[in-house]
């Protein structure tokens, strides 16, 4: 029994619905989420993701419509990726002011101009082979790739995307994509690192919806999942090279990462709940393990509890459309 029994009683606090609401210590709201959207070129029709099911490819003829169901929805922020039918050897395209990286960011911002607009800035959907840059001898060249990425970034923020969120995993992309944009007379437009990016298996289904031929594997760019220390590290650097916001990927499996670099910055830190976890839950829930609403909520309390500011969810419109409670 605990010396303080029956004096303390901690159910007291707990007895009623108002009770609960009152002293409950984290919260998620709708204006904390961003939702990630897969836009494709060139298709008539939305494509259905069997991998990540209620997640779909939107056609670019179809994107404004969604970017105002959204926003009418409660969505404040969406994070953006193409499916690019004009794929080559460096992702060109991503750099062409008409391209498809351009023409996402413009519509989104044309249509609902307050909507917040995360350009993820990467290559894999954009080459023939997968990666997130240039190929030589076989590897990743990091240098030739930070320049691509300048460009690219440069591009989507003429487009009028609000941030520029490096997903490529290179060395020194923020500094390099920071100086690109402040030379090209963008130092308004801000970055969110992708700054603890870990080689997960937790992407998998990612690649059918955006697209992805990937061959081979992104460990020699991507961070272990078993380091602790270089993770909280990489965080650090982005911050020093001018990143505005972090952000640790996956979610679930690194609460502990986010605790972490939570306690390390002050700076605005995102965490992003990714397609394996959605899937997970959506497929334990299809086969009656769970109850979605309930884990959905749990999931995102337990990323927020930990620390995170912002939480990149695909579950996003559903919280928006459904509520929280």
Same mark, same amino acid.
């Given at each position: 029994?605990?010396?303080?029994?029956?004096?303390?009683?901690?159910?007291?606090?707990?007895?009623?619905?108002?009770?609960?609401?009152?002293?409950?210590?984290?919260?998620?709201?709708?204006?904390?989420?961003?939702?990630?959207?897969?836009?494709?070129?060139?298709?008539?029709?939305?494509?259905?993701?069997?991998?990540?099911?209620?997640?779909?490819?939107?056609?670019?003829?179809?994107?404004?419509?969604?970017?105002?169901?959204?926003?009418?929805?409660?969505?404040?922020?969406?994070?953006?990726?193409?499916?690019?039918?004009?794929?080559?050897?460096?992702?060109?395209?991503?750099?062409?002011?008409?391209?498809?990286?351009?023409?996402?960011?413009?519509?989104?911002?044309?249509?609902?101009?307050?909507?917040?607009?995360?350009?993820?800035?990467?290559?894999?959907?954009?080459?023939?082979?997968?990666?997130?840059?240039?190929?030589?001898?076989?590897?990743?060249?990091?240098?030739?790739?930070?320049?691509?990425?300048?460009?690219?970034?440069?591009?989507?923020?003429? %487009? +009028? &995307? @609000?941030? /520029?969120?490096?997903?490529? #995993? $290179? =060395?020194?992309?923020? !500094?390099?994509?920071?100086?690109?944009?402040?030379?090209?007379?963008?130092?308004?437009?801000?970055?969110?690192?992708?700054?603890?990016?870990?080689?997960?298996?937790?992407?998998?289904?990612?690649?059918?919806?955006?697209?992805?031929?990937?061959?081979?594997?992104?460990?020699?760019?991507?961070?272990?999942?078993?380091?602790?220390?270089?993770?909280?590290?990489?965080?650090?650097?982005?911050?020093?090279?001018?990143?505005?916001?972090?952000?640790?990927?996956?979610a679930g499996a690194f609460l502990d990462t986010i605790r972490d670099i939570r306690e390390?910055?002050?700076?605005?830190?995102?965490?992003?709940?990714?397609?394996?976890?959605?899937?997970?839950?959506?497929?334990?829930?299809?086969?009656?393990?769970?109850?979605?609403?309930?884990?959905?909520?749990?999931?995102?309390?337990?990323?927020?509890? %930990? +620390? &995170? @500011?912002? /939480?990149?969810?695909?579950? #996003? $419109? =559903?919280?928006?459309? !459904?509520?929280?409670?």
């Open positions: 029994m605990s010396h303080f029994f029956p004096f303390t009683r901690l159910r007291r606090k707990r007895r009623s619905d108002a009770l609960r609401i009152m002293f409950q210590e984290t919260d998620v709201k709708v204006s904390d989420l961003v939702f990630p959207i897969f836009v494709e070129e060139n298709i008539s029709d939305y494509v259905q993701l069997s991998t990540m099911p209620g997640v779909v490819r939107i056609p670019e003829s179809r994107l404004a419509f969604e970017i105002e169901r959204f926003a009418k929805a409660g969505i404040k922020s969406v994070m953006t990726f193409g499916i690019s039918h004009n794929t080559d050897e460096t992702g060109s395209d991503t750099w062409n002011e008409n391209g498809l990286v351009a023409r996402i960011a413009r519509i989104c911002k044309d249509t609902v101009r307050e909507i917040v607009v995360i350009s993820d800035t990467c290559f894999c959907e954009y080459t023939t082979h997968g990666h997130c840059g240039v190929i030589k001898n076989n590897n990743i060249d990091n240098d030739p790739t930070l320049v691509n990425l300048g460009r690219q970034a440069v591009v989507a923020a003429h %487009a +009028g &995307a @609000d941030f /520029i969120a490096p997903s490529a #995993a $290179m =060395d020194g992309q923020v !500094q390099a994509i920071r100086a690109a944009l402040d030379t090209a007379g963008y130092q308004e437009t801000a970055i969110m690192a992708y700054s603890t990016k870990f080689a997960s298996a937790f992407y998998s289904p990612f690649r059918e919806a955006s697209g992805t031929t990937l061959k081979g594997n992104r460990k020699t760019y991507q961070i272990n999942p078993m380091n602790r220390r270089e993770a909280i590290y990489e965080s650090l650097l982005d911050q020093q090279e001018g990143a505005d916001a972090l952000m640790v990927k996956p390390a910055t002050y700076l605005p830190l995102a965490a992003y709940q990714v397609s394996g976890e959605y899937a997970m839950i959506k497929f334990a829930a299809a086969a009656g393990a769970i109850n979605e609403h309930q884990i959905v909520r749990e999931t995102l309390g337990a990323i927020k509890r %930990a +620390g &995170a @500011d912002i /939480i990149i969810s695909y579950f #996003a $419109m =559903d919280i928006a459309e !459904q509520g929280l409670d």
